[in-house]
């Protein structure tokens, strides 16, 4: 090969070289709040418990068209709707979520169910603030 044809050829596979990772130096790290509150969605105060802390996140499946039993739960817990539609019921007070919807369980909160009412299972990511031995949920 040339010299004269060597030297273009150089600069053309440096640059592919160069290119990619410069196009990668324009991605920048993207935090999006989901959530910020000190109350449940009962509209109560979450506190802290004592003992041995212990954080738990969990991967909830919620087949379409079941429900939950009535429950509490004694630790405060985000929950983040990943897929799917839900319907929380709490006495006479109903929500209703869809895919990308976050709220907060307090643990002072009062018993209530959930129920899938979409077409596909409702997935659930749910972070639990708690101590060790203590359960995620009281059945009532």
């Known amino acids: 090969m040339r010299l004269k044809n060597f030297i273009p050829f150089c600069f053309f596979f440096l640059g592919t070289l160069i290119l990619p990772q410069f196009s990668l130096a324009q991605e920048k790290i993207e935090v999006i709040p989901l959530i910020q509150t000190s109350k449940g969605l009962s509209g109560k105060n979450f506190n802290y418990l004592d003992g041995k802390p212990e954080l738990r996140l969990l991967k909830v499946k919620i087949p379409a068209g079941l429900k939950t039993p009535i429950h509490t739960h004694p630790s405060p817990m985000l929950i983040h709707v990943t897929r799917g539609r839900l319907k929380h019921v709490r006495g ?19 018993a209530h169910y959930v129920k899938n009412i979409g077409k596909k299972a409702v997935i659930l990511h749910v972070g639990v603030i708690s ?10």
Request: charged share 20%; hydrophobic share 35%.
């Open 131 to 140: 101590v060790v031995g203590m359960p995620t949920t009281i059945n009532k």
């Open 92 to 110: 006479e007070q109903i929500n209703f979520f869809k895919a990308g919807d976050s709220f907060v369980e307090s643990n002072n909160g009062d």
